[in-house]
């Protein structure tokens, strides 16, 4: 940022496609300020269900807290889009599972669906347990898009309103200046004709695309030439960022 007396705090961000078959994703972000990053693989399964379409997100991601010298990994959920062929709108439906070893605590957020008659959309509801006491120390509920009270057995509760939340718009290099092998850049042509609601021009670039890539998979395997990532290697049957923060950091021994 050029004015960090008004952004104290960046968020970097990355991510890379580390393998076509399945379609893995490997993505990281960091805020050095907060001494925080996270480290997350996804791909996904889809199936139509009659007037929808359901996604699974299969992976895990990591968040590392340098400060405490913790990691907490969790899953992630599912994706659905409705009324397809109408007016089309998403929800998130599924359990997501959050632990620490270190710490004890685990939490399980469910997201509800909408009920085909009556009912909210984007409804959630968390338990926060302390798993060495097997005690739960927190309940969470609400609209993960909106207003989540958060209810203490202490007795103190919590509200907040996501949708008064700061954003702050991400920030990204011009065309020109990435690389070749950039989405942005790789898929301009494909973008700008789906802007243009012209679709016959989309799948042509598409189709141009797709063949090119053929073709250099083509080469590799004459050569071969293995093919490598640039950010991220494969541990065990997930995916890690190469560089990542807790490796830069002094104060910081891995619990890994």
Same mark, same amino acid.
């Given at each position: 940022?050029?004015?960090?007396?008004?952004?104290?705090?960046?968020? #970097?961000?990355?991510?890379?496609?580390?393998?076509?078959?399945?379609?893995?994703?490997?993505?990281?972000?960091?805020?050095?300020?907060?001494?925080?990053?996270?480290?997350?693989?996804?791909?996904?399964?889809?199936?139509?269900?009659?007037?929808?379409?359901?996604?699974?997100?299969?992976?895990?991601?990591?968040?590392?807290?340098?400060?405490?010298?913790?990691?907490?990994?969790?899953?992630?959920?599912?994706?659905?889009?409705?009324?397809?062929?109408?007016?089309?709108?998403?929800?998130?439906?599924?359990?997501?599972?959050?632990?620490?070893?270190?710490?004890?605590?685990?939490?399980?957020?469910?997201?509800?669906?909408?009920?085909?008659?009556?009912?909210?959309?984007?409804?959630?509801?968390?338990?926060?347990?302390?798993?060495?006491?097997?005690?739960?120390?927190?309940?969470?509920?609400?609209?993960?898009?909106?207003?989540?009270?958060?209810?203490?057995?202490?007795?103190?509760?919590?509200?907040?309103?996501?949708?008064?939340?700061?954003?702050?718009?991400?920030?990204?290099?011009?065309?020109?200046?990435?690389?070749?092998?950039?989405?942005?850049?790789?898929?301009?042509?494909?973008?700008?004709?789906?802007?243009?609601?012209?679709?016959?021009?989309?799948?042509?670039?598409?189709?141009?695309?797709?063949? #090119?890539?053929?073709?250099?998979? #083509?080469?590799?395997?004459?050569?071969?030439?293995?093919?490598?990532? #640039?950010?991220?290697?494969?541990?065990?049957?997930?995916?890690?960022?190469?560089?990542?923060?807790?490796?830069?950091?002094?104060?910081?021994?891995?619990?890994?």
């Amino acid at each position: 940022m050029s004015h960090p007396e008004l952004f104290p705090y960046q968020v #970097r961000f990355v991510a890379e496609q580390v393998s076509h078959h399945p379609p893995v994703s490997g993505f990281y972000a960091e805020c050095p300020e907060r001494q925080m990053c996270v480290n997350t693989h996804v791909w996904t399964k889809s199936k139509f269900m009659g007037m929808s379409i359901g996604v699974s997100m299969i992976g895990e991601g990591c968040l590392h807290l340098l400060e405490h010298d913790e990691e907490y990994t969790f899953t992630l959920p599912c994706a659905y889009a409705r009324s397809i062929l109408t007016v089309p709108w998403v929800e998130l439906g599924g359990k997501v599972n959050i632990a620490c070893n270190k710490s004890g605590y685990s939490a399980v957020i469910t997201f509800q669906t909408k009920p085909f008659y009556g009912g909210k959309l984007h409804k959630v509801t968390a338990e926060v347990k302390h798993n060495p006491t097997n005690a739960v120390v927190c309940r969470v509920q609400g609209e993960w898009n909106g207003v989540l009270e958060f209810s203490y057995t202490s007795g103190e509760t919590k509200v907040v309103d996501v949708t008064k939340l700061p954003v702050t718009r991400k920030r990204v290099r011009p065309i020109e200046k990435q690389a070749p092998t950039e989405s942005r850049r790789l898929w301009q042509h494909v973008t700008e004709a789906l802007r243009q609601k012209d679709i016959d021009k989309a799948t042509e670039h598409k189709r141009v695309l797709e063949e #090119r890539q053929r073709a250099e998979e #083509r080469q590799r395997a004459e050569t071969e030439m293995p093919w490598r990532t #640039r950010y991220f290697d494969q541990e065990g049957e997930g995916w890690a960022y190469s560089k990542p923060l807790w490796k830069n950091s002094k104060s910081y021994v891995s619990c890994l």
